[in-house]
């Protein structure tokens, strides 16, 4: 299981097994991470589960997709290396990413 | 009189699908928040519910623990399992991921024009009457937009609006449930291998049969396409209904509320947060159902795998400890973070369009009969089923011209 580090806007740190074929934002869900809302569920159309990207990870995360794009557009506090995480899919290669929760 | 039964014996008696119950909902609800946060029912073959927001927002995400894949009806839908919603992740978030950009906030504001003249449409008949039963406004509008959206012909509509009334408010004579289930399944399954050989159109049907999902095995099926179709025309129909029903009443009869929002009419900025409001107020879907997968406690109660527990949104969104005045509609509520479209990865898919609906229904009977009113005496009556919504409400105005 890939396990994913979460940064909550208090600086606390929470890893969580994350499972393959979810979203970064579900095992944030699991984990209980707090300031991430996922208000719509995951359909990319509320931008409350944004979060940063570690620098060291963004290669392996790769950029928003078309629709993830157009609401980064209209959320506020979008910074460089921000995903909306309901948008990235758990898979191998992120086995140990570590994101910061905007909040 | 004062009420002498304990909290527990209201929670083994507790049935969401009794008249009584949907009649009145919050007064039981509010005695269950405070004493019985997570309660017990004889009813229905037995089953927890979970009353306070937190608890209910928490079982809503936490998938792991709290399944969807044994339904979320009870009494159990013929239909089930509807898809994606009676699937867990990770099938469940590749599935949605598909749908999702059918109903984008884009594709449902489009609507908002056709909308707003088709309420104007149906009012014009009635305007020089004075009278109008807005039951038959907020079974059009969903009914129309809801079904044009997914690709259901004209012709057929009001057959496949009779059966899922029944399906919906009619499931306590599980008989005829199943007749009519079979029915409306054999109608989707026929119109769908139709529809295979025809030439595409711009709907949801069309856009079904080119979806893949890798988890459920590429292309849709048949009847991975029918069991997607059973839930949108379920969530989108008389949930509708209900937020417009219960919002125009409480209009009527809170002057103060019509007057800002007949103020705001042309105040793009003011609607956003006054239709949410109005969604939490109502609350359409008022319980559901979720299976536990693994022994939790909740609130000092022992929970074990394959129970059942129903999470109450209605309970929920009035929820003092989450929403202050929580019985009134505040136009400006904010933040407003309601579960009347759920919460977690089943949260409602058609929730744009819901709020399409809602508010250009509201902002033209606004425009053209402000004056509405609802008589003194007039008490709601309600249907039983998954959406708590009004039987019917009848208006008056100064008659006026087409």
């Known amino acids: ?103 | 009189m004062q009420d002498v039964k304990s909290a527990g014996d209201l929670a083994r008696a507790f049935d969401h699908m009794s008249e009584a119950q949907v009649e009145q909902p919050y007064q039981l609800y509010r005695r269950f928040r405070d004493e019985c946060p997570i309660g017990r029912s004889e009813n229905h073959g037995g089953f927890w519910f979970a009353m306070r927001y937190a608890d209910v927002a928490a079982i809503a995400r936490n998938f792991r623990v709290f399944s969807n894949t044994d339904g979320v009806a009870v009494p159990r839908q013929p239909s089930s399992p509807m898809y994606p919603l009676e699937l867990d992740p990770p099938q469940h978030t590749e599935f949605k991921n598909a749908l999702t950009p059918l109903f984008h906030i884009s594709q449902a504001e489009a609507l908002a024009p056709d909308v707003e003249a088709e309420v104007a449409s149906v009012l014009k008949s009635a305007l020089p009457t004075g009278k109008f039963d807005f039951a038959v406004l907020a079974d059009h509008i969903p009914s129309l937009f809801a079904l044009k959206v997914i690709g259901i012909d004209e012709a057929d509509r009001p057959q496949l609006i009779e059966w899922v009334d029944f399906l919906t408010h009619g499931r306590d004579q599980p008989e005829k449930a199943a007749e009519v289930g079979a029915l409306w399944a054999q109608y989707l399954s026929d119109m769908i291998a139709r529809r295979r050989k025809e030439p595409k159109r711009d709907d949801v049907i069309s856009a079904l049969f080119e979806t893949e999902v890798a988890g459920m095995g590429g292309l849709l099926t048949d009847d991975q396409v029918q069991r997607t179709l059973f839930v949108l025309i379920f969530g989108g129909l008389h949930t509708t209904r209900s937020a417009i029903l219960e919002s125009l009443f409480y209009i009527a009869r809170h002057p103060e509320t019509r007057a800002a929002m007949i103020a705001n009419l042309e105040n793009a900025a003011f609607w956003p947060l006054a239709v949410d409001e109005f969604i939490r107020y109502s609350t359409p879907t008022q319980i559901l159902k979720r299976q536990v997968t693994c022994p939790i406690e909740l609130h000092g109660q022992s929970l074990q795998e394959g129970d059942d527990i129903m999470i109450c949104y209605g309970s929920a969104n009035h929820d003092e400890r989450q929403f202050a005045s929580p019985d009134k509609v505040v136009l400006d509520r904010s933040p407003n973070a309601h579960v009347s479209f759920g919460m977690g990865p089943h949260r409602c898919i058609g929730q744009n369009l819901a709020r399409v609906f809602l508010r250009s229904t509201l902002k033209q009977v606004l425009r053209l009969i402000p004056d509405y009113a609802v008589a003194d005496d007039f008490v709601p009556h309600y249907q039983v089923g998954e959406a708590r919504a009004m039987v019917s409400l009848p208006a008056a105005f100064a008659p006026r011209d087409a």
Request: include cysteine.
């Open chain 1, 1 to 103: 299981m890939p396990k994913i580090t979460f940064i909550d806007p208090a600086g606390k740190r929470t890893d969580v097994d994350a499972r393959e074929g979810e979203s970064v934002m579900l095992a944030a869900l699991v984990g209980m991470v707090a300031g991430i809302e996922a208000e719509c569920g995951g359909a990319c159309s509320c931008g409350t589960c944004l979060v940063q990207v570690e620098p060291g990870w963004r290669e392996a995360v790769g950029g928003p997709n078309e629709l993830e794009a157009g609401m980064l557009e209209v959320i506020d506090n979008v910074t460089e290396g921000c995903r909306l995480s309901c948008q990235i899919p758990v898979t191998g290669r992120i086995d140990g990413l570590i994101v910061k929760v905007a909040g």
